[in-house]
């Protein structure tokens, strides 16, 4: 299994690694977006609904540690929260590890998403997307986050919320996350659109909505695979130590036998004597 994983972790981060620019220049424009010029967007304004939703991504398979353990326990910090307010949470999952953890702990899902795969595939992240923006856009949400395990790098990972409507705070984070640059030494004459950006706007703002789902899932099946490459090399390494430990029992209870018997021996032939 830590060599499947390995294998599998290679994979998906050389897919970000092809990801990267284009996730950056989305960033980039989403600054300017923001920035530049007054837009009129429902995803840029603040609804006043009442009702929260939150996407907590699971572990696809399990072997890997505590990693459901800290998603759920900065899922049950929005939970606590949205008690506190007085707000309504909807808590929506793909079919993961974690919806054992929500049963064990009497939390309901909203709803989850039983025929995703380990990486949804594009058709269903625009769904996804189309989905929160549609009940935002109707002023039917007030808020959209996303708790999922962040890949930093091979050694750190951590649990974290991205929010993703507003969109504002999204963009912000994007742009704050961005490798480039500075966005803000930038204007919109440093992009080609068309059409204008003004008739851009609404399929900018999917773009970067999508692209965001995208690398949430992205970093957590890669956290998840460098999660279970890790227990399975400790479960390794416990299971050779434990082998030594047994063996040195074995030994030393085998050299006890033998020792016994050739007293017995001994005793008996001195008393044949």
């Keep these: 299994m830590q060599m499947v994983s390995t294998a599998m972790y290679k994979s998906y981060y050389n897919k970000r690694l092809t990801l990267s620019d284009y996730h950056d220049a989305l960033a980039q424009a989403g600054y300017l977006l923001v920035t530049s010029m007054p837009v009129e967007e429902p995803l840029l304004k603040e609804n006043s609904s009442g009702r929260s939703a939150v996407l907590a991504i699971g572990s696809n398979r399990g072997f890997c540690g505590s990693y459901n353990k800290f998603v759920y326990q900065l899922l049950e910090v929005h939970i606590k929260r949205a008690q506190s307010q007085g707000r309504k949470l909807d808590i929506y999952v793909p ?32 769904d996804l997307a189309d989905e929160f923006i549609g009940q935002y856009n109707a002023g039917e949400l007030d808020y959209f986050g996303i708790v999922y395990m962040r890949f930093h790098s091979l050694s750190s990972q951590r649990a974290q919320t991205l929010t993703v409507m507003p969109l504002t705070e999204l963009i912000i984070d994007l742009a704050t996350d961005a490798k480039p640059i500075w966005p803000w030494d930038l204007s919109f004459e440093d992009f080609y659109f068309s059409p204008s950006i003004v008739d851009n706007i609404k399929d900018l703002a999917r773009m970067i909505i999508r692209s965001s789902m995208k ?3 992205m970093d957590a099946v890669l956290s998840e695979h460098v999660a279970r490459m890790l227990a399975m090399r400790n479960a390794t390494e416990n299971a050779e130590e434990m082998i030594k430990e047994l063996t040195a029992e074995y030994n030393s209870a085998r050299q006890t036998q033998i020792t016994g018997e050739l007293l017995d021996i001994v005793g008996g032939a001195e008393s044949l004597q």
């Design 95 to 126: 079919n993961s590890k974690l919806i054992n953890i929500l049963n064990h702990h009497g939390v309901m899902p909203t709803k989850v998403y039983s025929d995703w795969g380990e990486m949804p595939t594009d058709s269903q992240f625009h």
């Design 215 to 217: 690398n949430c899932f």
